[in-house]
């Protein structure tokens, strides 16, 4: 039974960075799919990224492709979201996720593990 933790939100302004950090314990991390989603108010929970256990296979939300980097270190047991270019639009609470199997899904019932959220604000 794997649990996940995220960290790194915070104030930014328009055009700033931040990078979100997904801590893994409880589980065999090498062998989990990870992710990130995000969820503005009064919206439904979107995929922003994914990252196959091997590494290979990063699928980004069309909107932020080229701004936001999704990476994995193993050895850590960690899943980051570098976040570049950041715009109001990207305001949410951002959340991680992991499940076992090497599908990257991008609907949220397809994840098994959850962090409660970090938000991400940035201002104009």
């Known amino acids: 039974q794997a649990h996940v933790v995220e960290s790194g939100g915070g104030l930014v302004q328009a055009g700033g960075s931040l990078r979100l950090s997904c801590v893994a314990s409880g589980g065999t991390f090498s062998t989990l799919t990870g992710a990130w989603f995000r969820q503005a108010p009064g919206k439904e929970r979107d995929f922003v990224a994914g990252i196959s256990a091997s590494n290979s296979n990063t699928p980004y939300l069309d909107s932020v492709k080229g701004r936001f980097t999704i990476s994995r270190d193993n050895a850590k047991a960690t899943v980051y979201l570098q976040m570049n270019s950041l715009t109001p639009e990207d305001t949410a609470v951002y959340y991680c996720?992991?499940?076992?199997?090497?599908?990257?899904?991008?609907?949220?019932?397809?994840?098994?593990?959850w962090g409660q959220g970090t938000q991400v604000t940035v201002s104009s």
């Open positions: 996720a992991a499940k076992q199997g090497l599908r990257i899904g991008v609907w949220p019932i397809e994840y098994t593990y």
